[in-house]
T-cell receptor, first 111, second 109 residues
Framework: DSGVTQTPKHLITATGQRVTLRCSPR?????VYWYQQSLDQGLQFLIQYYNGEERAKGNILERFSAQQFPDLHSELNLSSLELGDSALYFC??????????FGQGTRLTVV | LAKTTQPISMDSYEGQEVNITCSHNNIATNDYITWYQQFPSQGPRFIIQGYKTKVTNEVASLFIPADRKSSTLSLPRVSLSDTAVYYC??????????FGKGTRLHILP
């Protein structure tokens, strides 16, 4: 158990819909990272937050947005979903100067 | 961020030592070298991190030559359960973490 909790574990939704993925980081970790991994594809970095502020942005679509709340949990919002958005979405957290710990992911299926 | 190059795939046998080399020619002074392991449908798991020379922990060793332009992850006496994708990452601590394509390691009985 990495200490990072992602909910829900599985999500099935229709095209055009909007979903919210939630991540609770390890206690004390200020950094949260979001990644997308499609079938047999690499881990695509989406965005990083540090103590509530956006720190780095990767290949995140405009239809996607994220935020980190004062209690340090983070949410990734995906809207106007398309079939190609079906993927595993991972969240990771890290403390200052430490390695990242990943959650078990949310498997999103868009039908 | 320094670009990394590692073999796409490797095969080995149970009980063997496996060495995976990663090339990072444009590594910067403040960059660390970090390796992660990922099993199918699971999040990556940290294996080891180093800056220079040699680092060893309970699961692996990391060898870094003086010029730091490459690094080698060494897995002693692998088992079938070591079959996974191994990622080499180079970057500053607390920076964004970018994964490449990794090395798909297949351990054979």
């Amino acid at each position: 158990d990495s200490g990072v909790t992602q909910t829900p574990k599985h999500l099935i939704t229709a095209t055009g819909q909007r979903v919210t993925l939630r991540c609770s980081p390890r206690s004390g970790d200020l950094s949260v990272y979001w990644y997308q991994q499609s079938l047999d594809q690499g881990l695509q970095f989406l965005i990083q937050y540090y103590n509530g502020e956006e720190r780095a942005k990767g290949n995140i679509l405009e239809r996607f947005s994220a935020q980190q709340f004062p209690d340090l949990h983070s949410e990734l919002n995906l809207s106007s979903l398309e079939l190609g958005d079906s993927a595993l979405y991972f969240c990771a957290s890290a403390g200052h100067g430490t390695e990242a710990f990943f959650g078990q992911g949310t498997r999103l299926t868009v039908v | 961020l320094a670009k990394t190059t590692q073999p796409i795939s490797m095969d080995s046998y149970e009980g063997q030592e496996v060495n995976i080399t990663c090339s990072h020619n444009n590594i910067a002074t403040n960059d660390y070298i970090t390796w992660y392991q990922q099993f199918p449908s699971q999040g990556p798991r940290f294996i080891i991190q180093g800056y220079k020379t040699k680092v060893t922990n309970e699961v692996a060793s990391l060898f870094i030559p003086a010029d730091r332009k490459s690094s080698t992850l060494s897995l002693p006496r692998v088992s079938l359960s070591d079959t996974a994708v191994y990622y080499c990452l180079v970057g500053e601590r607390d920076d964004k973490i970018i994964f490449g394509k990794g090395t798909r390691l297949h351990i054979l009985p």
